[in-house]
């Protein structure tokens, strides 16, 4: 269709709802295909309740066994802090023993200055700890979502321009991936 500049005329009588134009009726769905339909969306609700029930049946399977695994997980992991901790003795003893029978320190020197070790290290991971818990707050979804609103005239400005509020400029940055990981990995 050629397009032109003039405007279409209009249809005489009502407008576009004139019945000047023939109908189509063969359109028009027939009796037996309104019934075909009805019936298959009786059947879709008829199925659809096993259908969620089958669903929620899998779930419930499904985090009963995620949560023994997670019982599991948390008696392994018991078990390995245990066999560490007594690792961890076992070496400071020997640092020990070392300090005090080739060194000629003093056992209350010795046991000072592993403590001394021992609660520095500890410091640094409540630091590095409390840094990592402000990433609960996950700081960067908040601060898309509770950016300040635009005022309705630069809305309306901006939309009309564009054509879709989609281009609308954010009043913080959203980080990239790069962004955040490289932020995760200074703290």
Do not use: C
């Amino acid at each position: 269709m050629a397009h032109t500049d003039s405007p279409r005329p209009l249809r005489s009588g009502a407008g576009w709802f004139s019945r000047s134009a023939p109908i189509d009726h063969s359109a028009r769905p027939t009796p037996s295909a309104a019934a075909s339909l009805w019936a298959d969306l009786q059947h879709v609700f008829s199925t659809l309740p096993h259908l969620l029930s089958d669903r929620v049946h899998l779930l419930t399977l499904e985090l009963r066994r995620a949560v023994q695994a997670l019982a599991q997980m948390v008696g392994l992991a018991f078990v390995a802090v245990l066999m560490l901790a007594t690792a961890w003795w076992v070496l400071w003893g020997a640092f020990a023993w070392l300090l005090v029978d080739k060194a000629g320190w003093s056992w209350g020197w010795t046991a000072l200055l592993i403590a001394a070790i021992n609660l520095a290290a500890a410091g640094g991971l409540a630091y590095k700890m409390l840094a990592l818990s402000r990433l609960l707050k996950l700081p960067a979804t908040v601060r898309q979502l509770t950016t300040a609103r635009m005022d309705p005239e630069n809305f309306a400005a901006t939309t009309s321009a564009t054509g879709s509020a989609s281009s609308l400029p954010s009043t913080a940055p959203v980080p990239t991936t790069a962004a955040v990981t490289a932020r995760s990995d200074t703290l």
